[in-house]
């Protein structure tokens, strides 16, 4: 066979290869050979590609672009809100609604989703809500299960009066009906779990994000809460210590509601198994997408959010175990870090 012989000392045979793969073969080895022998020209690939000069240029703008913009609307959106001038004392549902939307849907949507998620695993602490909520999942009679849609949190605080948020109400009142006239469901509990709903989504974002709520926000979310609660017959009279007296504004109402929170928890949270079996449940649920070799170290730092007292009331030493040192330590670094850098660009 005839061979000619290249410039660049490479052998191709003078007639066709017979196969596709060793015509691409032939031109991509003659094509690399020639690029590398001019040092004025680029290669396809590699650290001086102009590919990946290009691709680290629009990293680099994008993050340029992205920072200033972030900063520019939260100043936006935090002005805008202040020149409204809402009254804590007169702040009508329609106002804290709109306020709530802009925290939950638009500023803080994520972790305000996982603070509401939160409030369940944290009411199953207190042993008569995990015996009910236990009893509720294993039930088996037909004939006691509410018909109709199921109900949200978040359908509660719909837009006041709407008939999609007066439905919601209505349902769950006439679940609460099967339960309240028997003592299975005291309104003790019923209030600590509205408690849960006013005031985790403060701890949150005090956690969590890069500023806490700002008085009239706290106000707007009491105000909201405050309503559902006397909407679903929670008598606030008998349980806290303004109640007949009447209250100021709703962020009175959320003070004493966050004091008799603290007690009531200090007085009945404990573990029992109940709680056990329900705190496996929610933090299989949790992990139920991790692959198995990563399931026990997706479980320690699901656990390293959990504070301390809950995890002794919701776990057991094998299972919900104390996570290692490393792992809080590793949760909370990634916190702290995440709040500066927010902060740092506002």
Known sequence: MHKTFCRHSVFIPKTSPTGTSEILLNGLLTSRIVMSSHPGRSPLWGPESGYSRSWFFWIIASLLVYVPLCVIVRRHQMRRMARRHVSRENM???????????????????????????????????????????????????????????????????????????????????????????????????????????????????????????????????????????????????????????????????QELEQWARDYEAKNRKKSPESVFLGEKQLDARTKNVPRPLKRVARGFAAALIEPELRQAMGTIRRIETPPAATIFIVESIIRVRKFTALDLN
């Open 92 to 254: 009508t549902l329609e106002e804290a609604y709109a306020i709530k939307c802009r925290l939950a849907e638009h500023e803080f949507p994520t972790v305000f989703s996982a603070a509401i998620n939160s409030v369940f695993f944290k009411a199953e602490s207190i042993p008569t809500i995990a015996k009910l909520i236990a009893r509720a999942m294993q039930r088996s009679s037909p004939e006691r299960k509410p018909r109709g849609p199921s109900v949200t949190p978040l359908d509660l605080l719909g837009r006041p009066g709407a008939p999609a948020t007066i439905a919601a109400v209505d349902r769950v009142n006439r679940i609460h009906a099967l339960y309240r006239p028997s003592g299975v469901m005291s309104d003790t509990d019923l209030l600590y779990v509205l408690s849960l709903f006013a005031l985790e989504p403060e701890r949150w974002m005090k956690r969590f994000e890069w500023r806490s709520l700002t008085t009239r926000e706290r106000c707007a979310f009491a105000t909201l809460w405050k309503a559902l609660g006397e909407d679903l017959h929670i008598p606030f009279d008998a349980l806290l210590p303004s109640g007949k007296e009447g209250f100021r504004d709703a962020l009175h109402w959320l």
